[in-house]
């Protein structure tokens, strides 16, 4: 029998002290000056072709850190891009460049490419649906919140970074990408078991 691969969730580590805080995506609007972006479609699992640059900016300033969230999206420096690129996740990963207030050197948003069916809500903490009397018939039926999520492992495939479907404000990575993301001491990591 083969061990199955195990998966977790990756997260901005808040508890940094001293730690910077990135701000909700921007970028140009050529009446009003900057408007948001729409950040749900970093949550698609598809190529974005991205017109305008996008700025982020930083508030508290603090320490940079080579993984961070923008209100959930991935932030990441390019020592992370070329971790990745070493790994060979070029088809499950798009980097999208950004200009991050105060900084110079590369910052990248990290797009996943892959949203897979594959929440296992037996395992799962607790899981809930759109239900009819919540008045949202658009909805009905899919997940409406996700407590302690788990991965079904038989469903994820070769996947190694990807968002669940259903539940795609988690990123979810293998244990591969974990450990290759704490031998090269990424900062600002936090990992949970999915």
Known sequence: MTAQIMYYELHDNKYIPGRWHVRMPLHEDSEDGEEWFDIWRFTE????????????????AGI????????????????????FERLGLQTETQFIPVEVEGHTEPWFILNALRVIRCIDDARSAEVFYWQPEDGRPEKLG???????????PTKAGDAHIFRPWGWKVVLIVSEYVKQAMEAEGITGIKFIEA
């Open 142 to 152: 899919e997940y409406k919140n996700v407590r302690g999520l788990k991965v079904d």
């Open 45 to 60: 699992g598809r190529v974005l072709e991205i017109e305008r640059p996008i700025r982020l900016s930083v508030k508290p």
């Open 64 to 83: 940079a850190l080579e993984y961070t969230e923008s209100v959930g999206i991935p932030v990441v420096h390019r020592r992370v891009v070329s971790l």
